[in-house]
């Protein structure tokens, strides 16, 4: 591609809310390094980790030389070019990728994505669809199986008694699907106009977290939680979690970050409790997200897209993003 030839982006440019968060600009087309490739992006997905990075790099901008503050990492698109070392892809092949989350640059009509990050996007996939399936999907993925709640996707194993919290929202309605494969019992919270939904995505109890039920995060069958997937915005107290759980249940907490998080865990570690706090922090990787696009390719997986808005009005998109209320993805197409 011509050196010094522009694109539209999406900068994010201030620490506020809804449209004044991000403003459209033109920018060079960045050329790809060693290991990566160029891709005309055809969708992007949000997540709220997309803003919490942002306003990070923007406090530490001075620190940072290639800084386009360009958000978003999820997005599906088809590749331009290729650099150095690139052996498994072409021009012209269909993909999915997630970017780094410091470097981001979906909200854009071409980006940068490694090889080691992206997959080949199977036909039955659309762009929208594909697009949303990297950090959300590879989130509930990663909560739900190896180190984490240990779930064995192929229906195996001891039963397990799950709660998922947030259960319509980006990671939850994938979390909800993903649980059911495996041999669980799954309750989970959501808003009142979300039953339905979540009770369609395969969750044998649902609660309205705005409940004095839903609230205790009681289950209404009286079963203790084994495992917690905790994707709530909402920090609720250890007090919450601890009398719900079974004697060796855990709490993963996909927004663990603030101090009352961080002194639960420490309290945890020097009391020696058989019950846990579990943070987690999310290092993708491209077998995971693999086999993510293979259980969504095998119709295992399906997306909910809350809404898809064009490139246009991607303001319009990061104001929904920001709201927290979304019911499934939010998405952004070229």
Known sequence: MAAGKLMRALQYHSSGGGIVGVKHVEVPIPCPGKGEMLLKVEATSLNPVDANTHKLKLLLRPFFSR???IPATDVAGEVVEVGPN?????AGDKVVS????????GLAEYCIATEISTVHRPPQLSPAEAAALPVAGLTALLTLTDKFAGIKL???????????????GGVGHYAVQLAKLGNTHVTATCGARNLEFVENLGADEVLDYKTPEGRALKSPSGKKYDVVIHCSR???PWSVFEP??????????????????VWTIFVLKVTFSKKKLVPLLLIP???DLKRLVQLSEEGKVKTTLDSVHPFSKGEVAWSKLLDGHATGKVVVEQ
Not at 99 to 104: E, S
Not at 154 to 168: M, R, V
Not at 244 to 261: C, F, H, M, P, W
């Open 285 to 287: 990787k491209g077998d």
């Open 234 to 236: 909402v920090a609720f």
């Open 86 to 90: 690139v052996r498994n892809f072409k």
């Open 244 to 261: 719900n759980l079974s004697e060796n249940g855990k709490v993963i907490d996909i927004t663990a970050g603030n101090i009352r998080a």
């Open 154 to 168: 192929d229906g195996t194993g001891p039963k397990k008694n799950i709660l998922i919290t947030a259960a319509s």
């Open 98 to 105: 997630v970017l780094g989350f410091f470097t981001g640059g």
């Open 67 to 69: 800084n386009t503050l």
